[in-house]
Each structure stands twice: as C-alpha cells, then as structure tokens.
C-alpha cells in the first residue's frame, strides 16, 4: 500500500503541450510538496501546501500551476512545456510544524519534452 | 541563504568496509539536517536527522552521522558496508522555526553521492 504515489511514471511529450502530475497520499499528513530534480541531481522545491492552502512558491514560472483539491491530493499543471522542463518531479508530504523535515517521497514522474 | 556540499558524487567500498559520505553546509542560522536515500526507481527516504539535540545521530540500517559545528560538517558513515547499501544519498539543511511557515519542509540538498559496493 503505497504512501505517496504519482502518476504517470514516466511522460514523453512534444514542446508546447500541456501535462498534468497526480499525487496522493495516504499518511494523513497536511503538508504536501513538490520538488524538482534536474539532470544533474539537484532537488529543488518549487511548492507546499497546508490543507489546500499555498504556502511555499519558489519562483516557479506562471506555466506551473499546482491545485490542491483536499489535503491528501496534489496535482501539478504545466503548460506550454519546454525542453527546460524535462526533469523528474517528485512529490512529498509530511506533518505541519516548525520540526518538519521528514518528508516522505513519491518514486517520481520522468518527464522528458522533446 | 543556505547551501549543502556533497564531496564526491561517487564512493565505491568493498562489503564489509567502512562507509564515509560527506557533507558540508553552509547556513545562516542553527540548522537542521538530514541524509535521506534512493534506491533505484525508489522515492528519497529519510535515513536520519539532527534537530539540535545530540550532536551523534543514529539513523535506520546501522547509519549515523556526527554534527561538527566547527567543522559545518555532517558526515555520514556505517562501520560496514553491506550490498544492499548500495544507492544515492542526499545531505539536505533546512531553517527551523522561521515564522509564517515558509520555511516548513523546505530543504535544501546536496548534489547526492552514489555509493557502490563490490562483494
């Protein structure tokens, strides 16, 4: 029974189509995140969300729209995508609070624009 | 702004040998921090974490890592390494307690080090 899960796995599309990243956990956590990590491994976060609310923006472009319809769902929108966009996305959750740094990961989505 | 350097992106032991992965950090404030791992095709999971309490912090799979102020260094090591150690890990930082909760969960991580171990 997986605790963080995101689908699709893996996506392949064209520059300029729109794509959409589902997560869910089943933790009952009320934080969930997504990060970004590029070809060179570097993890980055780009948003956060407490109980639906937005709480962490990381200068991601307005291409990027994150939607969180409940506290346990978490859904990533990109638009116009660009061959920079190619990257794997993972989202995480976690508990609420000012010790939070146990995150729990999703395996990730590869998304690879060509 | 706070930073996390990983020396070595590859490490390769021998089973049975020592494990050292280091990490240095750079932080305006006391920070938290944290190794987390990957397996292949695997999300990160949390090995270990130091939250101002003590300095040596024993993590899962005989783990552990030594916080050095002085050194701004938070090493990670296991006495011996096992084949199924083999995999990525990640030194990550993050700023305590900053009010408004924009800082909750955010961590800042290294570039990663791959381990491999040769039977």
């Known amino acids: 029974d997986t605790a963080v899960s995101q689908t699709p796995k893996y996506l392949v599309t064209q520059m300029g189509n729109d794509k959409s990243i589902k997560c869910e956990q089943n933790l009952g956590h009320d934080t969930m995140y997504w990060y970004k990590q590029d070809s060179k491994k570097f993890l980055k976060i780009m948003f956060s969300?407490?109980?639906?609310?937005?709480?962490i923006n990381e200068t991601v472009p307005n291409r990027f729209s994150p939607k969180s319809p409940d506290k346990a769902h978490l859904n990533l929108h990109i638009n116009s995508l660009e061959l920079g966009d190619s990257a794997v996305y993972f989202c995480a959750s976690s508990v609420w609070g000012p010790n939070t740094g146990e995150l729990f990961f999703g395996e990730g989505s590869r998304l690879t624009v060509l | 702004a706070q930073s996390v350097t990983q020396l070595g992106s590859h490490v390769s032991v021998s089973e049975g040998a020592l494990v050292l992965l280091r990490c240095n950090y750079s932080s305006s404030v006391p920070p938290y921090l944290f190794w987390y791992v990957q397996y292949p095709n695997q999300g990160l999971q949390l090995l270990l974490k130091?939250?101002?309490?003590?300095?040596l912090v024993k993590g899962i799979n005989d783990f552990e890592a030594e916080f050095k102020k002085s050194e701004t260094s938070f090493h990670l090591t296991k006495p011996s390494a096992h084949m199924s150690d083999a995999a990525e890990y990640f030194c990550a930082v993050s700023r305590p307690g900053i009010a408004g909760g924009t800082s909750y969960g955010k961590l800042t991580f290294g570039q990663g080090t791959i381990l491999t171990v040769h039977p």
């Open positions: 130091y939250t101002s309490a003590a300095t």
């Open positions: 969300y407490n109980n639906k609310e937005l709480i």
